[in-house]
């Protein structure tokens, strides 16, 4: 059983992964490897040099994995309830959580095969969003929704931002008190 479920490993999922991960949650994420970011040429990424969108995406599933966050290869082919928990299906396996935040970039069609509530959308070229609260929240508990399927700009800084931003909330969540993780350099 996994604490946090993420479908997508773009940025706004690998970052959110890298953040639950980091935090000692058992992490699982879902890669269907059609993010748009592997199709990027990207030269505002804070504190990364002009680099390759693919090498951006290995190196953001990279740090995750350092963490300890699991990544499936494949489509996502149902999410079902199941009591307290969250059943993620592949065409490899079934995996069970406790919440799950969708990463799915373009796409809400997972989102709405689970029935979730989803608007239109803001940004050019993206026509639905998921519903959220201010904090990531989804219409359905433990579901969250970060990136650009939740209505933020398809700029990876800001998508990978986004999903550091929603998994803290979920960490808090988990946790009953508010996350923060900062490092500090040793002497």
Request: proline share 2%.
């Amino acid at each position: 059983m996994y604490d946090v479920a993420i479908i997508g490993a773009g940025p706004a999922g690998a970052s959110a992964g890298l953040f639950t991960a980091k935090a000692g949650k058992k992490t699982i994420l879902f890669d269907n490897g059609k993010s748009i970011t592997a199709k990027a040429w990207v030269e505002n990424h804070y504190g990364v040099d002009a680099i390759e969108g693919p090498k951006l995406l290995e190196q953001g599933q990279k740090q995750a994995e350092k963490f300890g966050a699991e990544i499936v290869k494949g489509d996502v082919v149902s999410i079902k309830e199941s009591g307290e928990l969250y059943i993620v299906e592949t065409s490899e396996g079934r995996y069970e959580a406790s919440h799950v935040i969708f990463a799915t970039g373009m796409s809400v069609k997972a989102a709405e095969a689970f029935g979730l509530d989803v608007v239109e959308g803001t940004e050019p070229r993206v026509a639905k969003i998921i519903k959220t609260d201010e904090h990531g929240r989804t219409s359905s508990p433990k579901m969250w929704a970060a990136g650009t399927v939740a209505g933020v700009s398809v700029h990876t800084i800001v998508t990978s931002g986004d999903g550091a931003r929603v998994a803290i909330n979920v960490i808090s969540e988990l946790d009953g008190k508010r996350y923060v993780d900062h490092d500090i350099l040793g002497k």
